[in-house]
Nanobody, 124 residues
C-alpha cells in the first residue's frame, strides 16, 4: 500500500512563500502521476498542480506564475513551491498519486492514493 506523507505547511503573510514536500514510500515512484490538491473551509477540493511521469505539468489558473511543482525521483519526493501567497490560498493541501498518466493525471481527476494533508494559512 502506497503511503504519502506531506509536510511544509504553516502560516505566512500575504506575499510570502512556502514549500510543501511529499514523500512517497514506493520504489516505482517515477511511474506515478503526482499532484497537489487543496480544500478550503466550505469549498470543494480542487486540483492545484500536477506532474506526470514524463515531466509534463499542469496548474489551476489561480496559481499559474506563482506555484511550481517539481519532483526528485531519487528521493521519491514531490514538491510544491508557493510564492506570492494570497489569503485565498489558505487551505489544507494534499499530495496525491495515481498510476494513470496524460490527460487523467494533468486534468486533476480523482487520484488513487492520498496523503494526510498539511495546513497552509495566509494572512492579509
Amino acid at each position: 500500500q502506497e503511503q504519502l506523507v506531506g509536510s511544509g505547511g504553516g502560516s505566512v503573510e500575504a506575499g510570502g512563500s512556502l514549500r510543501l514536500s511529499c514523500t512517497v514510500s514506493e520504489i516505482s515512484y517515477s511511474r506515478y502521476c503526482m499532484g497537489w490538491f487543496r480544500q478550503a473551509p466550505g469549498k470543494e477540493r480542487e486540483g492545484v498542480a500536477a506532474i506526470d511521469s514524463t515531466g509534463s505539468t499542469s496548474y489551476v489558473d489561480s496559481v499559474k506564475g506563482r506555484f511550481t511543482i517539481s519532483q526528485d525521483n531519487a528521493k521519491n519526493t514531490l514538491y510544491l513551491r508557493m510564492n506570492n501567497l494570497k489569503p485565498e490560498d489558505t487551505a489544507i493541501y494534499y499530495c496525491a498519486a495515481d498510476l494513470r498518466s496524460g490527460a487523467y493525471c494533468l486534468g486533476f481527476y480523482p487520484y488513487a492514493y492520498w496523503g494526510q494533508g498539511t495546513q497552509v494559512n495566509v494572512s492579509s
